[in-house]
């Protein structure tokens, strides 16, 4: 079964500051695929940025980009230029890419306050 | 952009009565899923669904739960006889198979009184 870690229950970062968000992960495949979701007070899932794990370029969308390492079994979220709105729970989840239709398997979560 | 819709945004129901959640998914996207979330907790995968039957179901989804696609829209959560522990927020997903991502919609918040 596979496992997903995140360690820092609670981060905060200056307004316009970058921050990272750790995740680590464990698994016996080698085919899957690595998710970050934001939870903002609304309690919507918003995905936030996708890696495939066949893919050594890091995935980037915007201000967010991931740092993924595979042998270590790491992927962490890096929010540049951080605004006000990035203010939410962060989620690593995990997918595994052999069976069609695979469940997301998530952290617990980290809490990220962006402070003005 | 194509969302995923659930109704209600908030359902309050007594213990031991039977409820059912709703869910619109993207209209092109063939695989469907429930997960929930306890206050203060991860979020939990429950079941997935596809071309009309459960393909994948937790430990969680036990005899209480049931999942259907009544008509070409819908999906829905059934929970029978309710406990107090089934409170939380249940998100209902969707996505064009894998590796796409799944779409989540907004929740429902189920209160178990």
């Known amino acids: 079964a596979q496992t997903v870690t995140q360690s820092q229950p609670e981060m905060s970062v200056q307004e316009a500051e970058t921050v990272t968000l750790s995740c680590t992960y464990d698994?016996?495949?080698?085919?899957?695929?690595l998710f970050w979701y934001k939870q903002p007070p609304s309690r919507q899932m918003i995905l936030v940025i996708r890696?495939?794990?066949?893919?050594?370029q890091n995935a980037t969308e915007n201000r967010f980009s991931v740092n993924f390492q595979k042998a270590a079994k790491s992927f962490s979220l890096k929010i540049s230029d951080s605004q006000l709105g990035d203010t939410a729970m962060y989620f690593c989840?995990?997918?595994?890419?052999?069976?069609?239709?695979?469940?997301?398997?998530f952290g617990e979560g980290t809490q990220l306050t962006v402070n003005p | 952009e194509p969302e995923v819709t659930q109704t209600p945004s908030h359902q309050v129901t007594q213990m031991g009565q039977e409820v059912i959640l709703r869910c619109v998914p993207i209209?092109?996207?063939?695989?469907f899923y429930w997960y929930r979330q306890i206050l203060g907790q991860k979020v939990e995968f429950l079941v997935s669904?596809?071309?009309?039957?459960?393909?994948?179901k937790s430990e969680i989804f036990d005899d209480q739960f049931s999942v259907e696609r009544p008509d070409g829209s819908n999906f829905t959560l059934k929970i029978r006889s309710t406990k107090l522990e089934d409170s939380a927020m249940y998100f209902c997903?969707?996505?064009?198979?894998?590796?796409?991502?799944?779409?989540f919609g907004d929740g429902t918040r189920l209160s178990i009184l």
């Open positions: 997903a969707s996505s064009a198979g894998t590796p796409q991502p799944q779409h």
């Open positions: 698994t016996s495949e080698n085919n899957y695929y």
């Open positions: 890696q495939e794990a066949y893919k050594q």
């Open positions: 989840a995990f997918m595994n890419g052999k069976t069609s239709g695979s469940r997301l398997t």
């Open positions: 209209s092109n996207h063939l695989y």
């Open positions: 669904f596809y071309n009309n039957e459960i393909s994948e």
